[in-house]
């Protein structure tokens, strides 16, 4: 019943923007840390941003810092990426992922976390 759905992939050109959506269903999200990651092929699953249950903190990767945007709202059930300035090395299969924790930080290791979604392809090309 715990789900989580990513959407918002795409093709976007180089320099471009895309935002993207994780929907959740099953479970009290203001309970949770989120966590966005990619994964490229024959590559490892590289952890980009994570948001506490409460929105106090927030992580990011170098390879995305200040680029990409983390946020969320436990009330519609939905945590957000936003991606600008992207680059052909950010083409990638995006998944979102959830831990039940109210730590005051989080962590980008892929370890840390129980639930996963199914991904959304993100290519970047001219």
């Known amino acids: 019943q715990l789900q989580l759905v990513e959407s918002g992939g795409g093709l976007v050109q180089p320099g471009g923007s895309l935002r993207l959506s994780c929907d959740t269903s099953?479970?009290?999200?203001?309970?949770?840390?989120i966590g966005w990651f990619r994964q490229a092929p024959g590559k490892e699953r590289e952890g980009l941003s994570c948001?506490?249950?409460?929105?106090?903190?927030?992580k990011y990767a170098d390879s995305v810092k200040d680029r990409f945007a983390i946020s969320r709202d436990n009330a519609k059930n939905t945590v957000n990426l936003q991606m600008n300035s992207l680059k052909p090395e950010d083409t990638a299969v995006y998944y979102c992922a959830a831990v039940r924790r109210s730590s005051l930080g989080c962590m980008l290791a892929r370890s840390w976390y129980d639930y996963w979604g199914q991904g959304t392809p993100v290519t970047v090309s001219s």
């Open positions: 099953g479970f009290t999200l203001d309970l949770y840390a």
């Open positions: 948001i506490t249950s409460n929105s106090d903190y927030t």
